[in-house]
T-cell receptor
Framework: GAVVSQHPSWVICKSGTSVKIECRSLDFQATTMFWYRQFPKQSLMLMATSNEGSKATYEQGVEKDKFLINHASLTLSTLTVTSAHPEDSSFYIC??????????????FGPGTRLTVL | AQSVTQPDIHITVSEGASLELRCNYSYGATPYLFWYVQSPGQGLQLLLKYFSGDTLVQGIKGFEAEFKRSQSSFNLRKPSVHWSDAAEYFCALAGYSSASKIIFGSGTRLSIRP
């Protein structure tokens, strides 16, 4: 149980185009989803937190107009990188958690999406 | 401030040797603590977690970790490593709130010497 998928697993796009990455919880309802980015040989940095039906909360320094996050259902969140540039090339990982009454809502991680902007 | 420190960037051990990866944290109370493993180009896999209770936590793949409050540490151990253990290991913490953020350490890359 607690499987999170991401699509696509990798994407290459031209500079200036927009790219959408999907994150799905396959066997549970995710009330909260998190988006991280990871540069090569670095740790994961949280970009934003989204609750189903609400606007995402972005971390300091993350441009909300550039990284659009939608969490329209309890099983799907999307991250759209708008007007992508080479510096946006990174590994994007999502995670999902459910408010099942537990004190702490464990996050389950997706396999990641490798974005390369040419 | 909340933080996780992994002082070793890269460790190389021989196959069959024992392993200890260090992790120190800074938090106002006792946080939830995790160890994750990441193979190249892959997502994160949870090895083990500490929420409360027994300070020696058993995880998957033969890993264990010990929570030491006095040292603010949560070191990961394995008695005998296998070549397949070569990966990046991340220590992480989260607070008590229901949608708490996870704060990751910088990671330790483990290489296995044949």
């Amino acid at each position: 149980g607690a499987v999170v998928s991401q699509h696509p697993s990798w994407v290459i796009c031209k500079s200036g185009t927009s790219v959408k990455i999907e994150c799905r919880s396959l066997d549970f309802q995710a009330t909260t989803m998190f988006w991280y980015r990871q540069f090569p040989k670095q740790s994961l940095m949280l970009m934003a937190t989204s609750n189903e039906g609400s606007k995402a909360t972005y971390e300091q320094g993350v441009e909300k107009d550039k990284f659009l996050i939608n969490h329209a259902s309890l099983t799907l969140s999307t991250l759209t990188v708008t007007s992508a540039h080479p510096e946006d090339s990174s590994f994007y990982i999502c995670s999902a958690s459910t408010s099942a009454g537990a004190t702490y809502n464990e996050q389950f991680f997706g396999p990641g999406t490798r974005l390369t902007v040419l | 401030a909340q933080s996780v420190t992994q002082p070793d960037i890269h460790i190389t051990v021989s196959e069959g040797a024992s392993l200890e990866l260090r992790c120190n944290y800074s938090y106002g109370a006792t946080p939830y603590l995790f160890w994750y493993v990441q193979s190249p180009g892959q997502g994160l896999q949870l090895l083990l977690k500490y929420f409360s209770g027994d300070t020696l936590v058993q995880g998957i793949k033969g890993f264990e970790a010990e929570f030491k409050r006095s040292q603010s540490s949560f070191n990961l151990r394995k008695p005998s490593v296998h070549w397949s253990d070569a990966a990046e290991y991340f220590c992480a913490l989260a607070g008590y709130s229901s949608a708490s953020k996870i704060i990751f350490g910088s990671g330790t890359r483990l290489s296995i010497r044949p």
